[in-house]
């Protein structure tokens, strides 16, 4: 089964620039999410969907940021216009809620994609 | 909202020497702890996790342990290997919430 697929992996934009991510989640998980790391730290959450809701997007620098999540499945987190400061490696992950597994013990198992990460000039 | 601390920040350790990485939490109703492993430019992968209904969990050379009433968890990693070396990072969760990172701790095994 294939893992989380994100892509660009690799992105250099110069600043004010758009830039886009895109991430395809393990075929039935329902619930997407899309973290910042930056170097040295843990992952920080940007965005958490569940099915095609944000449930939780107050992270989210909604100023610049924007992200989507159609028809449940794969989703794009983008930035527009890009600054300085958004270099760092954008992770997406996804998992199954508890109310998808139906098990409160199959609950929270997170995987990962290889992330994308962008470095502005 | 939920914290998570993680020490050490960075870890030497030899190699076939034992490595400790500690975690504490804030939020009491957190209900499930994974570790993930971090090797240089790759995706955090998941090593062993651990459920409130359990205070150990082992898996080959690694163990979790987790106090529920001093609220932290920790990672044991036993005749650790160069291959160990790597961002250890943990994890806490609770029902309905969002997973919340500790800033990671960096292990190197030496030979």
């Known amino acids: 089964e294939a893992g989380v697929v994100q892509s660009p992996r690799y992105k250099i934009i110069e600043k004010k620039q758009p830039v886009a991510f895109w991430c395809n989640p393990i075929?039935?998980?329902?619930?997407l999410y899309w973290y910042l790391q930056n170097l040295g730290q843990g992952p920080e959450l940007l965005i958490r969907y569940e099915n095609e809701e944000a449930v939780d997007d107050s992270q989210l620098p909604k100023d610049r940021f924007s992200a989507e999540r159609l028809k449940g499945v794969d989703s794009t987190l983008k930035i527009q216009p890009a600054e300085l400061g958004d270099s760092a490696v954008y992770l997406c992950?996804?998992?199954?809620?508890?109310?998808?597994?139906?098990?409160?013990?199959?609950?929270?198992?997170?995987?990962f994609g290889e992330g994308s990460r962008l470095t502005v000039l | 909202g939920e914290n998570v601390e993680q020490h050490p920040s960075t870890l030497s350790v030899q190699e076939g020497d034992s490595a400790v990485i500690k975690c504490t939490y804030s939020?009491?109703?957190?209900?499930?702890f994974p570790w993930y492993k971090q090797e240089l430019g790759k995706r955090p992968q998941l090593i062993i996790d651990?459920?409130?209904?359990?205070g150990e969990k082992k898996d080959q050379r690694i163990a979790v342990t987790l106090n529920k009433t001093a609220k932290h968890f920790s990672l044991h990693i036993t005749e650790t290997q160069p291959e160990d070396s790597a961002v250890y990072f943990c994890a806490a969760l609770s029902l309905g919430q969002n997973f919340v990172f500790g800033p990671g701790t960096r292990l190197s095994v030496l030979p």
């Open positions: 075929s039935g998980h329902n619930t």
């Open positions: 992950a996804s998992s199954l809620s508890w109310s998808a597994s139906g098990e409160p013990s199959r609950t929270g198992e997170l995987f």
């Open positions: 651990i459920r409130s209904n359990v």
């Open positions: 939020d009491s109703a957190s209900n499930y």
